[in-house]
């Protein structure tokens, strides 16, 4: 009788079988890649036994968009760091927890041709909870020409990105990550200690029944974004409305959730956040990067995401992100405020 068993596929094994896509040079995006999924696994020890070590709680300080650090927000950053640092491929970082770029001092005969934006952990102040968390990544090929990574490499359109994923840490740990040919997902074994294929060619259905936001903030998002959430409590039969609300308060979360069952997800300006409260470089054009090779869509209720010019590395941006359908619904209700203002 023949095996009907699938032959494991590793991370790394698929990597290297899928090189070909890779834009640039394949050795250097296959290791940081790797560098990334060693920090991950640390990162998976330390949140599955969280409530047995003393790395819970808050770690008395605050980041630059004046939010509560968690001990585990500085330890998931100090992780990410020490690997890409060490991987010699990547010549800076931007990350959620610093305000300014970390530069990293080059070894004779390196150039590090990559810079790196990242969250380290998405959704920490959950962790006390016991609710999924997430890392987000993008990659950029630097613009500048050597030396130390410099600002100006971060400030480039999504539409640049060469490689991009997150890792959630929840029931199971996954890595789902792109480089511009589609989006697969590969789940943490801890017997093995390897992230193994598990969700070849991710794509989103074109609609769905889930949609997230943070409806306390009702009465402090624009009349327009109030319009659809009614739209999505309606019933239609033909629609599948009323749509479920489901909201995790962890990015990551949702946008998996989302991108596996179909949905939409909103975190939009509010009288409190004209601008949004999500960054644009390390948590928005990630995520829309992934969701547009799935095959659904992101933008800011106008323009697409991805085609945003950064101005500052920690900038901020309203975003409805997921099922293309229901994307496109919600800009069909923003549009109403472009044209109230015309007439």
Do not use: W
């Amino acid at each position: 009788m023949k095996n009907s068993l699938h032959p494991i596929k590793t991370l790394n094994e698929f990597i290297i079988e899928r090189q070909a896509d890779f834009k640039y040079a394949k050795g250097e995006l296959t290791r940081i890649l790797s560098d990334i999924s060693v920090a991950a696994k640390i990162l998976h020890r330390e949140v599955n036994k969280a409530g047995l070590a003393d790395i819970l709680g808050e770690a008395d300080q605050t980041n630059i968009q004046g939010e509560v650090v968690q001990k585990l927000d500085l330890f998931a950053n100090q992780q990410f760091l020490a690997a890409l640092k060490a991987g010699g491929e990547v010549c800076a970082v931007v990350s959620e927890e610093d305000e300014h770029i970390i530069q990293f001092d080059q070894k004779p005969g390196e150039n590090g041709k990559y810079v790196v934006s990242m969250d380290p952990l998405d959704g920490s102040s959950n962790i006390d909870s016991n609710v999924s968390t997430g890392t987000i990544f993008a990659i950029h090929r630097r613009i500048s020409l050597s030396g130390e990574g410099k600002t100006e490499d971060f400030l480039q359109e999504g539409t640049e990105i060469v490689a991009a994923g997150y890792i959630i840490y929840g029931s199971s740990s996954m890595l789902v990550y792109s480089t511009g040919n589609g989006v697969n997902g590969f789940t943490l074994d801890p017997s093995i200690g390897e992230f193994c294929l598990s969700h070849p060619d991710m794509k989103i259905p074109k609609t769905g029944k889930t949609y997230s936001i943070n409806q306390g903030y009702y009465i402090h998002f624009q009349e327009e974004v109030q319009k659809y959430i009614v739209y999505c409590q309606e019933e239609h039969a033909e629609t599948n409305r009323p749509y479920t609300l489901r909201y995790i308060g962890s990015m990551v979360a949702d946008f998996h959730r989302n991108l596996i069952k179909g949905g939409i997800f909103i975190y939009p300006a509010t009288t409190n956040s004209p601008n949004g409260k999500l960054r644009l470089l390390y948590e928005c054009n990630p995520l829309s990067f992934l969701a547009e090779q799935a095959g659904g869509k992101a933008t800011d209720g106008f323009k697409r995401i991805l085609e945003i010019k950064p101005d500052s590395i920690h900038q901020r941006v309203p975003i409805f992100i997921g099922s293309s359908g229901m994307v496109d619904k919600a800009e069909e209700f923003m549009a109403n405020k472009v044209k109230a203002a015309i007439n």
